[in-house]
């Protein structure tokens, strides 16, 4: 499916928070392709897509407003260790989609929350829950473009089927960084990013 630009950049540069520099001059545009960026450990991969999903032009980053990312990082992430209130809340936020459909990604995931149990939530949600929370807001927001950071880490054999089959069938922009060798199986397109310069 062809469409136009949802993210470009002109002469990106990006430097790590010690003043390394990590990306220079990065000039790419993506439409609805999907996309795996892979590379060794610290060379810039989750910075890299920090920095395009934080969309700033004054970087010479131009991106869709409708667009949603997964962090590595779960603190980084809407749903994250909070208080039991502000779980809740945030947990009754998704049933502000379809209910219906909310249920069914989750029962589908292995999550077993619906409206009357969300009451009974507590702080001792594991990562692997977080994560598959996290998820499962993504694919209700359906943006028109997607960046998912190791997306399988803490996953269950449950959740990585569910991951799997769900990105099969994406067919809007996506930006992914894995190290996941079932889940690159699914993709044709790379970016490699490495310290000799990043190529597709």
């Known amino acids: 499916m062809k469409s136009q630009n949802v993210l470009s950049t002109r002469q990106l540069n990006i430097n790590s928070l ?11 545009s993506l439409g609805y392709e999907q ?33 949603w990312i997964v962090h590595q990082s779960l603190i980084d992430n809407f749903f994250n260790h909070a208080s039991n209130d502000e779980l ?7 049933f502000e989609f379809k209910p219906w459909q909310v249920e069914r990604e989750l029962s589908e995931i292995g999550l077993n929350f619906n409206m009357e149990s969300i009451q009974n939530v507590t702080t001792c949600l594991s990562q692997g829950e977080l994560r598959k929370l996290n998820l499962v807001l993504a694919k209700l927001k359906n943006p028109e473009l997607l960046f998912l950071d190791e997306p399988t880490e803490d996953l269950d054999q449950q959740g990585k089927q569910w991951l799997f089959k769900w990105l099969k069938g994406w067919n809007r922009g996506l930006i992914i960084v894995s190290h996941c060798q079932s889940l690159m199986r699914l993709f044709e397109n790379f970016f490699i990013v490495a310290e000799s310069g990043c190529r597709y």
């Open 18 to 28: 010690t003043g390394r520099n990590l990306i220079s001059n990065l000039n790419m």
């Open 35 to 67: 996309v795996v960026v892979i590379g060794r450990n610290g060379v810039g991969k989750s910075t890299l897509i920090k920095a395009l999903a934080n969309g700033d032009s004054s970087q010479g980053i131009v991106c869709t407003n409708n667009r």
């Open 88 to 94: 809740r809340n945030n947990i009754s936020l998704l």
